[in-house]
């Protein structure tokens, strides 16, 4: 039977070590990065009629969070909460932007959440965050 006997080099095992204890925070910041971008293309691609309106305030990003089921690391942008229209009256956020994104019989549909989506441009804002953590060669 063959045997094979090798050795890791030390600063290969520290780098690795280094990874762990800085992988979860890399990645809370990682994700955070992401948000931040998709909430600059989502405030580019608002319809004009919700630029000035009140319901701009509901638009969040959440705290960074790990899921317990999977332990995954996330970090959220959506509309919450209540705003008032220009009438006057209370309405749920998320109820409005999803009546923008999809449509309804009498409204016609003006996404804007899908658009603002582009991975390329998500993964690239990560990768930046990434960079910072991995040791330079």
Same mark, same amino acid.
């Given at each position: 039977?063959?045997?094979?006997?090798? $050795?890791?080099?030390?600063?290969?095992?520290?780098?690795?070590?280094?990874?762990?204890?800085? %992988?979860?925070?890399?990645?809370?910041?990682?994700?955070?990065?992401?948000?931040?971008?998709?909430?600059?293309?989502?405030?580019?691609?608002?319809?004009?009629?919700?630029?000035?309106?009140?319901?701009?305030?509901?638009?969040?990003? %959440?705290?960074?969070?790990? %899921?317990?089921?999977?332990?995954?690391?996330?970090?959220?942008?959506?509309?919450?909460?209540?705003?008032?229209?220009?009438?006057?009256?209370? $309405?749920?956020?998320?109820?409005?932007?999803?009546?923008?994104?999809?449509?309804?019989?009498?409204?016609?549909?003006?996404?804007?959440?899908?658009?603002?989506?582009?991975?390329?441009?998500?993964?690239?804002?990560?990768?930046?965050?990434?960079?910072?953590?991995?040791?330079?060669?």
């Amino acid at each position: 039977m063959a045997r094979f006997d090798g $050795e890791i080099p030390n600063d290969l095992l520290k780098e690795f070590e280094q990874l762990d204890v800085n %992988t979860e925070k890399m990645m809370r910041e990682m994700t955070k990065a992401g948000a931040e971008a998709v909430n600059r293309k989502v405030l580019k691609n608002i319809p004009k009629s919700l630029q000035g309106s009140n319901i701009m305030k509901c638009l969040k990003i %959440t705290k960074t969070y790990k %899921t317990k089921s999977d332990d995954g690391i996330n970090t959220k942008v959506a509309f919450y909460g209540y705003f008032t229209n220009k009438r006057g009256v209370e $309405e749920p956020a998320p109820l409005v932007a999803n009546i923008f994104e999809h449509g309804t019989s009498t409204v016609r549909k003006q996404p804007f959440m899908r658009k603002s989506f582009n991975k390329s441009d998500i993964e690239a804002e990560m990768k930046k965050v990434q960079e910072k953590y991995l040791p330079k060669e």
